[in-house]
């Protein structure tokens, strides 16, 4: 081997993080990626390299050792390629952005949590959490960058970081019906995250792949599972996605068939 190779999942968000960042530093050429089907069982080869654990993604480094988890990889990545930093290097300014990405974990497990929700009944209060979530973003953003759009200057590790989730949150506009209320508890959080999702460096994935691949999600099956009676993932590679039927947007009051979701 004489680059490194990551093994991810096609619009897997931690893996998107890593794309964004190589991207931001003009080094997305300089990595192999190799794609890992997870509708099937992990490969002996790759439980081998990672010793027996399953979650992606992974980086290999030249010389064969083994780097596990995005935050992570992105460090490791910022520091083997110094050039064009994304990370900041003053110590405050540093510490503001981890204060902000430390914000990440309850912010993607309150989204992911809502759209596999399959009780009608709890839909008013995960959008109340998730409006909390939007709420305490901004609250940070207003005191330390209140003019913005981004925390620094520029798209960096924060943005980084986030701008994944925000993406994949297309599947609760989709799914749940959820947007952002025109008000000023989220006025600032709101400009964040537009800027965020139409930077050059983000674009790996689009509404429509975040929409149709999570479907399984959706209806409470994640990471390659399968809801009852279904014979084959949206996760699957084949048929590409973008040949597929949008699914049917309310999940609580119809369950898609393979064929009615094109597989």
Not at 69 to 98: F, G, H, K, M
């Given at each position: 081997?004489?680059?490194?190779?990551?093994?991810?999942?096609?619009?897997?968000?931690?893996?998107?993080?890593?794309?964004?960042?190589?991207?931001?530093?003009?080094?997305?050429?300089?990595?192999?990626?190799?794609?890992?089907?997870?509708?099937q069982?992990?490969?002996?080869?790759?439980?081998?390299?990672?010793?027996?654990?399953?979650?992606?993604?992974v980086?290999?480094?030249?010389?064969?050792?083994?780097?596990?988890?995005?935050l992570?990889?992105?460090?490791?990545?910022?520091?083997?390629?110094?050039?064009?930093?994304?990370?900041?290097r003053?110590?405050?300014?540093?510490?503001?952005?981890?204060?902000?990405?430390?914000?990440d974990?309850?912010?993607?497990?309150?989204?992911?949590?809502?759209?596999?929700?399959?009780?009608?009944?709890?839909?008013?209060?995960?959008?109340?959490?998730?409006?909390?979530?939007?709420?305490?973003?901004?609250?940070?953003?207003?005191?330390h960058?209140?003019?913005?759009?981004?925390?620094?200057?520029?798209?960096?590790?924060?943005?980084?970081?986030?701008?994944?989730f925000?993406?994949?949150?297309?599947?609760?506009?989709?799914?749940?019906?959820?947007?952002?209320?025109?008000?000023?508890?989220?006025?600032?959080?709101?400009?964040?995250?537009?800027?965020?999702?139409?930077?050059?460096?983000?674009?790996?994935?689009?509404?429509?792949?975040?929409?149709?691949?999570y479907?399984?999600?959706?209806?409470?099956a994640?990471?390659?599972?399968?809801?009852?009676?279904?014979?084959?993932?949206?996760l699957?590679?084949?048929?590409?996605?973008r040949?597929?039927?949008w699914?049917?947007?309310?999940?609580?009051?119809?369950?898609?068939?393979?064929a009615?979701?094109?597989?």
């Amino acid at each position: 081997m004489t680059r490194p190779t990551i093994y991810h999942i096609p619009v897997c968000p931690f893996c998107q993080r890593l794309e964004i960042l190589l991207s931001l530093k003009g080094r997305l050429n300089d990595i192999d990626f190799r794609m890992i089907d997870i509708t099937q069982p992990r490969p002996d080869w790759l439980l081998k390299k990672t010793r027996g654990t399953t979650a992606l993604p992974v980086l290999e480094t030249a010389d064969g050792r083994i780097i596990k988890e995005s935050l992570v990889i992105l460090q490791y990545l910022e520091d083997i390629y110094p050039e064009r930093p994304v990370a900041q290097r003053d110590p405050y300014r540093r510490a503001v952005e981890n204060m902000l990405t430390r914000m990440d974990s309850d912010f993607l497990t309150q989204g992911y949590t809502w759209l596999m929700n399959q009780d009608p009944g709890r839909r008013d209060a995960f959008r109340e959490g998730m409006l909390k979530q939007y709420a305490q973003l901004d609250e940070f953003l207003v005191q330390h960058a209140p003019s913005g759009p981004f925390l620094f200057e520029e798209f960096g590790w924060a943005e980084t970081v986030f701008t994944p989730f925000f993406e994949r949150f297309w599947f609760l506009e989709y799914y749940e019906d959820f947007q952002l209320p025109d008000a000023p508890e989220y006025a600032r959080v709101r400009q964040w995250v537009e800027a965020c999702v139409t930077h050059p460096a983000a674009q790996q994935v689009t509404k429509e792949e975040v929409v149709k691949l999570y479907y399984d999600y959706a209806k409470g099956a994640g990471n390659g599972s399968l809801p009852p009676g279904r014979g084959k993932s949206s996760l699957a590679f084949e048929p590409d996605w973008r040949g597929r039927p949008w699914p049917p947007a309310d999940k609580y009051a119809h369950s898609a068939t393979d064929a009615e979701l094109g597989l």
